[in-house]
């Protein structure tokens, strides 16, 4: 609670109610009256006389023109303020009315008494009679007041609806609740009693006790569930509403509490005393959050919520109600994003902090907030991601801790420190004093660097920590990351909160302005604000901030001026340039800014107003601007100042253009004589002659040196001696003469003639060039004035433009075709296809003939997600050993032993489980599984490097789990290698893709699995591969056999046909199943070919290829009958011999390779496995372990 | 106050140059500080392989503590050339029985560090062990008897000796990187909090060495954070291509993400080429050979 202003009331009042609206306030005392006054004309506008004793409350009506007062003439009245007549007089109290108030809504009025009872009345009637139109005639107003008159006395417009007694001393004070039938009342039995009412009865609820004198005065809290109460006893005490508990007491020691009121909007309230009253908010209303990066952290009504910024997502993720007790807001919040924990800090109990962790995903419910680490203090922060900061301040001692709550290290700061704040780095913090912030390295625990500010109670780093803003009560301090500061800004209003822009800008609020704050110190106000609003992220236009009720909120502002402001600071040109052209930024403000920070050249290009334009223009020495205003206004100093300002530059044909317009022929004259141009100097000398002006003559018949004109403009004007004497000293003997002849003298009436005359020439003019200017002084030419001038038109920047080029998907392999050509008509001819797989085109390979739309899909069917796991084998635990070895020992995959580099004991495996003998393939193999386990780290300095082991399952401790990495792992072979095998094979390289799946089969003799259901999906792949490998390697056979006699015919159609029964995919089965068809036919098996032609139409194929099957079919059906008897029954199921390529038909007897599996005639038992590569035919075996 | 406190983190987290420049300064310490200043100058020359430098400027006038650091530069050249200098290791192993001789020399840290270190290359742990343990509250002797219990796979004993050795060595930073270590072993949790120790040191920019990189990028591997220990190895190849450990933390997780077999193999030709007698290759040369000889054994006739 914190008093806001205080101030004092003398006289004998004591109610006081202002209206909702109008700049109106009502007063009733000692006086009888009920007084209407004019808050802002300071004037009484009206009395209302009727109460026979003090008046005790007055309030204004929410709705209606009235006046309620309640009297100790125990009468209660209703006024109409404007008609200023009383409207109703309740009666019933048979004591002083202490307070009677209206309902907020409804037709009801309350009343407390000290005839011990409160008193709902019912005022519909009234309400009635009042809604008449409000065009009311004379007449109908004279008798609407008789009829009110009437009424008085049979109480019809007001009565009572419900007496509620209970108090057993009179009562002071009774209200409504602002939504609730409640209503709760104050009196002098120290009781705070709350009634509730329903329409047809009233009943009290529950009555507060503490107080321990009488109670003046008690009211609803308008937003929470909360009684406030004062009295006598010199408290003011708050209450819990539902559970009618004391929640708080606040003492003052001398004064008693008479009356007390809430603010209508805000969260504060005023209440009365002895000696004058106190303005007071229960509550802290600033919102505890924490900002990182994209994501706002806060709490709102005892919920933490997490704001996005980009998605505008807002969602309650903890529920931290058991923090700090009901009544009291969290403090502040400090938010770490590695483990995704928060402090809470509340000022409960002296100080406390909460550490949570946040659940991992925030949807769904929030989480009651469970796990906490709890300990006092009265500011917590994080300093690195497993340490936090805790301040003590009543021990004045700061404590390093970690996750788990327990203290790394204390440090006992040498200066009163109030709060810590972070300071960008795990070992500095920033100390709060009451005179300065300091710079602490906790580590050395020495004071890095100090700055001397008034107290600081918020810091914010600029987002790359740069830059940091120190905000105290009225000011701000601007400083870098080593505290030095580069501005202080003084504010009169309070300052709330502040956030950086991206480009280094400070926007801060005070209780009303959103303002700026640049890194020099220039600050402006950017728009006002209605009510305090914390700030939480300025992106943009866009500032993002939290309002008093905890809510998120955007408030959209005009950077332009301050970015303007900091690309002049920053000199960055171009960005001022586009700002002036792109935005309306004009004012006497940014004109005056301009011009006091030297840019008069740019405020030029903000003014339309010649005179300023021509002011800036001399300012800036552009001569162009103040010559084109100068000639809009036409004013004589204008014409003067641009003269002198010419005239610096030495730009003379202004100089005289200027003079010329002000008629200064004067100095008209001496420019024309300085510059040499006598043609002029003559014209000025007529002008003289016309204007009448002979000193202006004399002057430039001087300049000239024409002697005959001055001698005569010397006689016009009657100066004959002077005359003479010039006439005389050049020589002009004649006029000479003439001159003293007509002044009737002689040559002897002349004595004493000076003798030291010398003859005054003027300088001939050696260089006239009076139409070109002297050369002119250089004139800075700043970056804006070029910039406006040459590309005031251009558009500023043209759109990028793209051009999109549409990648060649369509013209896809250029050499088609192969050895297979069809002999039939030309309509199934080659039509070079797409062929794509995944969207991606391919080039075709040499291997298939034909063309085919594919599509290779595999993943579905294997692919699940693999992870970590753990084996159940136990091996009991051996202390000391080699972590290798405790690999081999929880292991029996071979691949663990290779793994721990126990190739001896991994190779006994395999030989064991599936036969292994040849492990010559698997080599390379074995070598990267070593090599992936370990891990170099060096210690000590200039020891060897230490060895650590990486396991498989990071998160196991226990010695007897732990299992090594292993870098092949079955997700990886079924989404890389496999798919990259059925490329290669669609693509036609049989060989490459041969390889490819035999590599597969090696790589599974090193994978390890979870999950049962994977084991079946290895074993799926390794028949895969299988079939491919045998399937490939007939074709790649096949391709062999020269179709040039009839057994090697034969034998590449068996092995074509033998191909068509490898289970292959889809797609690759047609297009065995097409190259076994055109083999066939071309080699005039028509029988087969149909048949294939048949089995090919099964498959669904794409169009073109069903077409082609069909005409085989169509022309095959025609001749049924095959040229070559091939070995082959395709209704009797078989698997071929993977050395001999001969089927084995099934029931006949065969061996089989022990790992892949692949059949053999018995006469290859003993043999190396040609599918797989590794194993022995025949040869006992376990299985596999995975 | 520690007046050398940041000249043995810079020390620690290998930042050798700047302990040469810092070491070479003539800022004023107390006596007994610049005694110290000068242990870890020519330490720092050593860490870089300039053994010559120590060797020409440590008299056999110095102190004790600069007589053994030199013990170590000769040993270390001798260990590092061909076999010809075998003698002159026996001769230097021989000098240090001697030095240890002495029961006074015996508490001087510098000496204890000095022997472990000597003792530890000849993988004579058990001598290494038994000088190092008569420290006084000593953290490098400490990380050193660590070292010696982790490449002893013992565990147990080095969380034992942590765990004493936390009681008053508080928060420092050889502290934090002993913790690092031994988590390391350990696995669960203690990856992370190494991850954090090594974040935290990183931080500071003067130690945002090759070697707390590689510390930073192992605790990634171990936690299953490739890319990441990826691109911390890759920074730290920019610093420094001739790291043999962040080459060979390279070829692991190169490995593990599954890059061509081409790219692994330049990082061990790298690899090779700067070290050719590291523990890494040497292990792949045994391995390769025991699999010949194991794979003899199942071949067909």
């Not at chain 1, 600050?523 to 866009?542: A, E, F, H, M, S």
């Not at chain 1, 939290?546 to 040109?573: C, Q």
Request: aromatic content about 8%; some cysteine.
């Amino acid at each position: 609670m914190k008093t806001i202003n205080v101030w004092f009331f003398l006289g004998p009042v004591r109610g006081i109610a202002f209206h909702p609206t109008q700049p109106l306030f009502v007063s009733g005392g000692d006086d009888y009256k009920i007084k209407v006054w004019n808050y802002k004309t300071r004037k009484c506008l009206f009395s209302l006389n009727g109460h026979l004793d003090y008046v005790r409350t007055v309030f204004f009506h929410h709705e209606y023109p009235w006046i309620l007062s309640a009297s100790d003439d125990q009468t209660i009245r209703i006024w109409n303020w404007q008609s200023r007549t009383c409207i109703a007089i309740l009666t019933g109290h048979n004591h002083y009315v202490m307070c009677a108030q209206f309902h907020p809504k409804e037709d009801l009025v309350v009343s407390a008494s000290l005839d011990q009872t409160v008193r709902v009345w019912d005022i519909s009637g009234l309400r009635k009679k009042n809604a008449a139109p409000s065009s009311v005639s004379f007449d109908d107003s004279l008798h609407k007041s008789a009829a009110t008159q009437a009424d008085i006395f049979g109480s019809t417009d007001a009565i009572v609806k419900y007496v509620l007694e209970g108090h057993d001393r009179g009562v002071n004070w009774a209200t409504f609740h602002p939504t609730l039938p409640l209503i709760v009342s104050a009196g002098d039995d120290r009781q705070i009693k709350l009634w509730r009412m329903n329409d047809a009865k009233a009943w009290e609820v529950d009555t507060c006790r503490g107080h321990f004198n009488n109670v003046s005065a008690a009211l609803f809290h308008p937003r929470q569930e909360l009684i406030i109460s004062d009295a006598e006893d010199k408290t003011i005490r708050v209450w819990d509403m539902s559970k009618r508990t004391l929640v708080q007491t606040f003492r003052r020691e001398h004064d008693r509490f008479w009356v007390l009121t809430a603010h209508p909007e805000l969260n504060l309230f005023a209440a009365g005393h002895d000696n004058g009253l106190i303005v007071f908010k229960l509550e802290r209303e600033r919102p505890a959050y924490a900002v990182h990066q994209n994501s706002l952290y806060y709490i709102k009504d005892k919920y933490l919520r997490v704001f996005d910024f980009a998605s505008n997502s807002d969602v309650s993720v903890l529920s931290v109600r058991k923090i700090g007790g009901q009544y009291m807001q969290p403090r502040s919040l400090s938010y770490n994003p590695a483990e995704r924990a928060v402090i809470i800090t509340t000022t409960a109990d002296g100080g406390s902090f909460d550490l949570f962790h946040l659940p991992k995903e925030f949807n769904g419910e929030p989480r009651e907030a469970s796990d906490g680490k709890r300990g006092p203090g009265t500011s917590a922060i994080f300093i690195a991601r497993n340490r936090f900061a805790v301040l003590d301040k009543a021990r004045q001692q700061i404590e390093i801790r970690d996750l788990s709550n327990a203290t790394t290290k204390s440090v006992k700061p040498s200066a009163t420190v109030n709060e810590i704040f972070n300071a960008g780095s795990s070992n500095l913090l920033l100390l709060s004093t009451p005179t300065s912030v300091i710079l602490y390295d906790i580590q050395q625990r020495q004071v890095v660097s100090e700055i001397n500010t008034p107290p600081v109670k918020y810091v914010v780093w600029s987002s790359d920590h740069s830059q940091v803003a120190l905000l105290g009560k009225h000011t701000i301090t601007i400083a870098n990351k080593t505290l030095e500061e580069s501005c202080l800004i003084h504010e009169t209003i309070r300052i709330k909160s502040g956030a950086w822009d991206d480009g280094g800008i400070f926007v801060y609020s005070t209780l009303n302005h959103i303002k700026y704050a640049l890194s020099q110190g220039d600050n402006g106000i950017i728009r006002t604000l209605d009510q305090p609003v914390y700030l939480t992220k300025v992106k943009g236009k866009n500032v993002h901030c939290l309002d008093r009720d905890g809510k998120t909120r955007v408030i959209s502002i005009d950077p332009m001026e301050y970015r303007f402001k900091l690309a002049l600071i920053k000199r960055n040109y171009d960005e001022v340039l586009q700002i002036i052209r792109s935005s309306n930024l004009v004012g006497q403000a940014i004109i005056a800014y301009l011009q006091k920070k030297g840019y008069p050249e740019i405020a030029l290009h903000f003014v339309r107003d010649d005179k300023t334009r021509f002011d800036l223009a001399v300012e800036c020495g552009n001569i162009e601007v103040a010559l084109e205003t100068a000639k809009a206004m036409d004013r004589e100093d204008c014409w003067n100042t641009l003269g002198v300002e010419a005239l610096r530059q030495g730009n003379h044909q202004i100089v005289e253009m200027a003079y010329q317009r002000v008629k200064n022929f004067d100095r008209l004259s001496f420019i024309y004589l300085v510059t040499g141009n006598l043609e002029k100097l003559k014209k000025m000398l007529k002008i003289a002659e016309l204007r009448n002006d002979h000193m202006s003559r004399f002057h430039n018949s001087l300049f000239l040196g024409d002697v005959e004109e001055r001698v005569r403009l010397l006689k016009e004007v009657g100066q004959l001696p002077l005359a003479y004497l010039t006439a005389q000293s050049y020589g002009l003997v004649e006029e000479a003469e003439a001159i003293l002849t007509s002044a009737g003298l002689t040559a002897d009436d002349i004595t004493d003639m000076p003798t030291n005359g010398q003859l005054l020439k003027p300088p001939t003019p050696i260089l006239k060039h009076p139409d070109s200017n002297w050369p002119l002084l250089t004139v800075q030419r700043s970056f804006f004035d070029s910039a406006f001038i040459t590309t005031d038109s251009n558009p500023l920047a043209a759109p990028l433009s793209f051009n999109d080029t549409n990648e060649g998907l369509d013209d896809v392999g250029g050499d088609w075709g192969g050895d297979d050509d069809l002999g039939f008509n030309g309509a199934t001819e080659k039509a070079v296809d797409d062929l794509r797989i995944d969207g991606e085109a391919l080039e075709e390979g040499s291997g298939w003939d034909i063309d085919a739309d594919l599509n290779v899909q595999l993943n579905n069917e294997i692919s699940q997600e693999l992870s970590n796991g753990t084996h159940g084998e136990f091996v009991p635990p051996t202390s000391g050993t080699n972590e290798s070895e405790l690999w081999i020992h929880n292991s029996p995959l071979a691949a663990d032993h290779v793994a721990a580099g126990s190739f001896e004991t991994a190779m006994q495996l395999l030989n064991r489980q599936v036969g292994a003998v040849n492990f010559e393939p698997l080599k390379s193999h074995f070598l990267k599984t070593f090599q992936a386990t370990r891990t170099y780290l060096s210690c000590n300095v200039s020891l060897p490097p230490l060895v650590y082991y990486i396991r498989r399952n990071p998160e196991e401790i226990e010695t007897r789990r732990v299992l090594p990495i292993l870098p092949y792992n079955f997700q990886n072979i079924v989404s890389s290698q496999l798919q990259e095998a059925y490329k290669t094979t669609t693509l036609g390289k049989f060989q490459d893709a041969t390889i490819q799946f035999r590599n597969i089969l090696h790589s599974i003799l090193l994978i390890s699995v979870s999950k049962k259901s994977e084991v079946d999906e290895v074993n799926q792949l390794i028949e895969v591969c299988r079939e491919y490998i045998v399937g490939l390697s007939m074709e790649q056979m096949r391709r062999k056999y020269p179709l040039d006699s009839p057994e090697n015919t034969k034998k590449a159609l068996e092995l074509a046909a033998y191909f068509t029964h490898c289970r292959l995919q889809p797609a690759h089965l047609q297009l065995s199943l097409r190259s076994a068809m055109t083999l066939n036919y071309k080699a005039k098996n028509c029988l087969t070919a149909s048949m294939f032609a048949r089995r090919l139409l099964e498959l669904a194929p794409p169009q073109q290829v069903a077409t082609q099957a069909r005409q085989i079919q169509t022309l095959s059906d025609k001749t049924p009958r095959d040229e070559i008897t091939l070995d082959y029954d395709q209704y009797n199921p078989f698997n071929v011999c993977g050395i001999s390529n001969i089927p084995i038909y099934k029931g006949s007897s065969s061996v089989e390779c022990p790992y892949c599996h692949a059949s053999y005639l018995p006469e290859h038992q003993g043999k190396l496995c040609t599918v797989c590569d590794v194993s022995q035919i025949g040869a006992n075996s376990t299985g596999l372990k995975v | 106050m520690d007046e050398l406190f940041g000249l043995r983190n810079l020390f620690y987290t290998g930042s050798f140059q700047q302990v040469i420049n810092e070491g070479s300064s003539r800022t004023s310490v107390s006596e007994s500080a610049k005694l110290e200043r000068k242990i870890y100058l020519y330490r720092a020359y050593i860490a870089q392989g300039k053994h010559n430098i120590v060797i020409t400027e440590i008299k056999d006038s110095d102190p004790i503590d600069l007589r053994v650091v030199k013990l170590l530069a000769v040993f270390l050249q001798s260990k590092s050339s061909s076999q010809a200098s075998e003698t002159k290791k026996e001769e230097t192993l021989k000098e240090l029985k001697e030095i240890l001789g002495d029961t006074a020399n015996l508490s001087n840290a510098t000496v204890q560090i000095i022997a472990g270190m000597i003792y530890y290359h000849e993988g004579l742990f058990e001598d290494a062990l038994k000088v190092l343990v008569r420290h006084n509250r000593n953290l490098e002797c400490v990380a050193l008897i660590i070292q010696i219990y982790l490449q002893l796979d013992r565990l147990d004993l080095a969380k034992r000796e942590i765990a004493a050795t936390k009681t008053w060595a508080e928060d420092a930073m050889l502290a934090q990187l002993i913790e690092a270590w031994v988590g390391l072993r350990t696995g669960g949790d203690k990856y992370q909090e190494a991850y954090y120790i090594y974040e935290e040191i990183a931080q500071s920019p003067s130690s945002n060495t090759v070697k707390v990189l590689n510390g930073q990028a192992v605790c990634n591997i171990h936690l299953g954070r490739y890319p990441e220990a990826e691109s911390l190895l890759l920074e730290a190849l920019n610093k420094n291509n001739s790291d043999p450990d962040t080459l060979v933390n390279l070829i692991v997780v190169s490995n593990l993400i599954g890059k061509p077999t081409e790219v692994v193999n330049r990082y061990i030709t790298q690899l090779k080429e700067v070290a050719p007698n590291h523990v890494f290759l040497q292990d792949l040369d045994l391995k390769t050979s025991l699999f010949d000889r194991s794979a003899q054994r199942f071949a067909l006739a």
